[in-house]
């Protein structure tokens, strides 16, 4: 979106709109993820739950933990997780900061959105249409608070 120009994540007024849109999209996806692998039993598998699967693998008599066959201090401990060619856990690159979008009237602005686009209705562009109309309404509901330019 940012390549594209749509979306420029130095102006508070697009931040607003994606955070208007896309949060509601993602917790109602999250939502929806737990609702399908809410634990349930599982037909093929004796009819356990994920959970009571976990269990009975931890506890099986095959499993080295169960047994205390691990070694205590293995070899290659200092590997464990390196990937030369993967980013070092001491940099900073996987840090999100999420800037907090304040505007004037933000609440007004944010209801007049809302009753005119659902940001949960189907999408074929992962949300970018919806994302584009809420900014667009957001901006045109700004231009009316603030009135014309004199």
Known sequence: MEMSGILNPEDSMHLFALHLVYLLR???AL???KEAFDPHAVRTENNWTPYQMWLN????ERNPLVHSQLHDNPDDVEYYGY?????????????V???VVMLDNNEEIRSFVLENINPLSPSHDMGVDI???ALQLAESKIGELNGPIV
């Open 26 to 28: 993602i917790n109602h």
């Open 83 to 95: 990937d030369p060619q993967g980013p070092s856990p001491l940099e900073d690159n996987g840090t």
């Open 31 to 33: 939502d929806e993820y």
């Open 97 to 99: 900061v999420v800037p």
């Open 131 to 133: 994302y584009v109309n």
């Open 57 to 60: 693998g931890m506890m099986h």
